[in-house]
């Protein structure tokens, strides 16, 4: 399965993708406690992407790797369609 890496920044004022960087970030109104924030993260992006997406590492980091059934292509294409 096709994985991609992201950023989180978590207790953020509303949820936001910025895909201005070389990894986008991801901004998650919940705090990092009790997999709130891994659960939130995952909730949104597979809404977005109308797939399901898992974090496949960095659990507890901020930095984390997703896996989706989508080519990450696609994945930074839905984004950047979101985001607009």
């Keep these: 399965m096709p994985t991609f890496y992201v950023k989180v920044e978590t207790d953020s004022e509303e949820f936001d993708i910025d895909l201005s ?6 901004f998650l109104k ?24 898992g974090i496949m590492s ?6 984390k790797k997703l896996v989706v059934d989508i080519e990450k292509d696609e994945v930074l294409s839905i984004l950047r369609d979101y985001h607009v």
Excluded: C, M, Q
């Design 21 to 26: 960087g070389n990894i986008p970030k991801i």
């Design 30 to 53: 919940s705090e990092p406690i009790d997999g709130k924030a891994n659960k939130e993260l995952v909730t949104r992006l597979s809404k977005i992407l109308g797939k399901n997406v």
């Design 58 to 63: 960095g659990h507890h980091r901020r930095r």
